[in-house]
């Protein structure tokens, strides 16, 4: 059996009691919500996006400590990038929570940086939810944007 | 892989009771089937060793048990080349199935002046609850009529199809043994405008399954005619059309929020998965599953044409004019469910002289009374082979039936 | 007799395994319970020696079959109390039940105007279903509030009641571990003219319950909260409402007779039982009662306070203000299922750390958002101990929390 | 096990193969039916009670050997007696099929006739249905009768 500390690396738990880009947008920023209908966790997804750039995002919500580091950190990896990079991140940290969505294999040549450390949670299937909660809402506050 | 019905058979324990010093012979798993070592004992060692809530706890046992119960799905998904897992739905037996296309397809979708296609062999399981709401929303029931060799007559499909929202069928008749072309009817329903929903009880445990071969929109089953556990049936529905449609039951698992005010429902399959669900009985169902494709549904298939063969010849050559065979006589046409009447003797008299010799056939309506009629009859006898039944099973079958014949002609 | 809570655990396999060579310390029974050898052994020896269709064929095997069935339902209504054996309904689930009551007893009793009285500390399946019709029907669902201690603010009870048609309740709160004085609710709702309908799913696994006593319309529950098999569930009602219920499900069994302009239904219990019955689990759900009634309900009771003072106090001795439990800390008034938060580490990552040790709780909303949002919590962690759990469970459980709390302290 | 000669005696086939008052009557008098859905037996009872009498009684319908001449055998015995009396038969044949419907114990001490060849039924659990049916559709018609 994986041990805690695969679970909650030391980055983790820094984001967790530090959460980036926390708070709320006002419209016109998109606002879209998800739950884990397990659990109870919560997770708002503010976003504005700007000339097919992610301009700014806020997180609301509750939730354990792999789902709040976990919006805590997609929020500062999608963050002054392009639209197009947040929705291949989605792809890639999915695939690495081994959720097949079919499609292609993802590009994974460019660095994860701090989502690297989430890698763990694989070993611990029912906290994949947790750690992908914030991602999913994340797609959705997209597509609300781009319609 | 060959098939050894004696291998088969020592996989049952129950086919080696003797009852009265005579061993058993099952001829009613049309009714239901007789349970595998191998399903008992997942069912058994789950209980003993990993027993625990699904999709609900975080802990590891619960996380495993997760696991056994979703991966059961999956199995049951590729059994039946259902194109995603997640459009296979545990209910409690095909009934509830039916029940709930019935009812949460049927409400969205049928109103006064709708009509909906059924056939004249129909299980009251796809009778009634058409019936049920179609007094309350005044839509129309159309029958298709039967030859008079137990075949769907479809010489007036089109006209019987033209306007109809639904059209519901069975796949194989659990009185005549009918196999009816679930393709073409799926292709007719689908031509003129109305969905396809496939009564697959008696198919699935008896022949090879492909829902999209079929081209069907809802597929119902039951796990215990298929040697698995009792207390699980199986709904498969088009992804478009089961998110398209409410939720049947409410409650724990299958929503997503609720407040004072309402609630918001959760995605497939948990949408319609209301409380806690049959897990030890999916977990059964996964090694039934795995136990008729290790030895392959083709030669489930080939075993039971050699058995109707058998049977019906054999029927026939000792019986001559005091046996009526309902149904084809072409065992390319049917399953291995017979179906007849023998002189005048009630089948119930008959039944009790054939358990005299451990021979275990049903008499009565087998759930089909509108087809009773039809055939101008109260009831039959009705032996129904599977996978595990012999030529010897045959001669018990004929052996006790002349016995009934004696006893009730002194 | 005497409660030995050594030799209880000797009859639950899964007590004895080891998991990473620690043992398991299973508090999540609210959740669903463990199966001890007797329930486990009555539906193998079933599969293996007995199984057979129940109510539908004739020979022997079919009617011993039928009578361990129908015997299961005896045993089940000797249980409860029940007046009449044929009052007690299979189901596949307590939810399944309690949407059956509100489909049927609901769709032909209320509607636009009418009210129906629920509780904050309702579980989902006593919810959503009643918001489900209400959504269809118009109809008012008014709230029972709670106290600040967990139970139930009965001071404007009358008001709520007034003009209402039913009043439906949990005899035990899922999350709190509430009792709630159900004999004197049922009374309530009946001056006011209203049925008591009473969730008794976690009421009847943990102490004697006698429906007559308590005075109730209907009582529901799930077998595989005491220590039965999953997959089945037990609806019991009064006969006259039953018998002027409309049908629920449609399909075989539940007819009388079925033409192609309409069918006529059966008698109870079959009116309510459409299509093939949890039958093995039946016989395992009355292994079950066999084996609580051996071991004496109130003998269960006693023991589930004992624990509960004992962990009601450990954890207030272990952890002082690092500890909210929920609900009352009085045991006379409450079940052995403890909620609690500790300090503001989330509940999912305590589940996770305890976990670590073989400790199995729940960590959720345990599918009672309304009474969540009331705590003002979006979830807790749920210890819910039974008749095999023992002081040095409580100890395990205490140990483990306090290695969460150094954990989420670095 | 009971052999078959328990069940079937010969008398019992002697009612299936001749069975008395077998026909329907037009109204007034009434009408009942009976099914059993086990099996799909389905029994007429026909009745004119005449100044508390069972003035005329006939049977329909189709079903099994038992169901068949235990309806003749019924028939026969209420035939011209007593509506108390053919109730109380009721009583005692469905007491004699072992099935308890509360009230006094039966009076047992008149002879049964031809009906005491139904005693071995109760050895076949699954016939005490087909046994009973028409019974149960006599107390309909004797309800039906008195309103
Ligand atoms: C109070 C209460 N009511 C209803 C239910 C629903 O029971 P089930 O999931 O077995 O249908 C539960 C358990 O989950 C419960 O605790
Ligand atoms: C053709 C057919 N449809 C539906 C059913 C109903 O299945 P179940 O009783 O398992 O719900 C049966 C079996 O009884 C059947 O043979």
Known sequence: MPGLEDLYREIILDHYKSPRNRGSLEPPAVRSEGHNPLCGDEIEVFLIVKDGIVDDIKIGGQGCSISQSSASMMSAAVKGKPVEQARALIHRFKHMMSIDEGGEEPDTSAPLGDLEALQGVVKFPVRIKCAVLSWNTLAEALDIAAE | ????????????????????????????????????????????????????????????????????????????????????????????????????????????????????????????????????????????????????????????????????????????????????????????????????????????????????????????????????????????????????????????????????????????????????????????????????????????????????????????????????????TDAALRGATISFAYRDVHPHDISQVLDQNNVCVRAGHHCAKPLMRLLGANATVRASFYLYNTPSDVTALCDALSEAGDFFTL
């Open chain 2, 1 to 328: 892989m060959s098939f050894d019905v004696q291998k088969v058979r020592a996989d049952f324990p129950v086919l080696a009771e003797l009852i009265n010093d005579k061993p058993l012979v099952y001829l009613d798993s049309a009714n239901t089937s007789q349970k595998p070592n191998a399903v008992i004992d997942a069912m058994t060692q789950f209980m003993q060793h990993g027993y625990a809530p699904t999709n609900r706890s975080a802990y590891q046992l619960a996380a495993d048990a997760t696991d056994k119960f979703e991966g059961a799905r999956a199995k049951v998904a590729t059994f039946i080349n259902a194109p995603k897992v997640h459009e296979v739905l545990y209910t409690k037996n095909a009934t509830e199935a039916l029940n709930l296309i019935v009812r949460s397809w049927g409400t969205a979708n049928l109103s006064a002046g709708d009509a909906v296609v059924l056939t004249h062999m129909e299980h009251h399981a796809n009778i009634v609850p058409w019936q049920m709401l179609a007094a309350e929303r005044g839509f129309t029931i159309r029958w298709v009529p039967l030859t008079s060799d137990g075949l769907l007559d479809l010489s007036n499909l089109d006209t019987l199809l033209d306007g109809a929202k639904a059209f519901s069928f069975t796949a194989m008749s659990n009185v005549l043994g009918t196999i009816n072309p679930t393709a073409a009817l799926c292709a007719a329903a689908h031509k003129a405008g109305a969905i396809a929903i496939v009564d697959a009880c008696q198919a699935v445990p008896h022949m090879p399954t492909d829902v999209q071969a079929w081209g069907a929109d809802f597929v119902t089953f039951s796990s215990h005619k298929m040697v698995g556990p009792s207390g699980l049936g199986i709904l498969w529905g088009r992804e478009s059309l089961l998110d398209a449609m409410p939720p049947f039951l409410g409650g724990g698992n299958m929503i997503s929020d609720v407040k004072l005010e309402g609630f918001t429902y959760a995605e497939l399959p948990a949408k319609f998965e209301a409380g806690t669900q049959p897990v030890i009985e999916a977990i059964g169902l996964g090694a039934a599953v795995d136990y008729l494709t290790a030895i392959g549904m083709d030669n489930v298939r080939a075993h039971e044409q050699d058995i109707t063969v058998l049977a019906l010849n054999s029927l026939n050559d000792r019986f001559g004019s005091d046996i009526t065979i309902h149904g084809s």
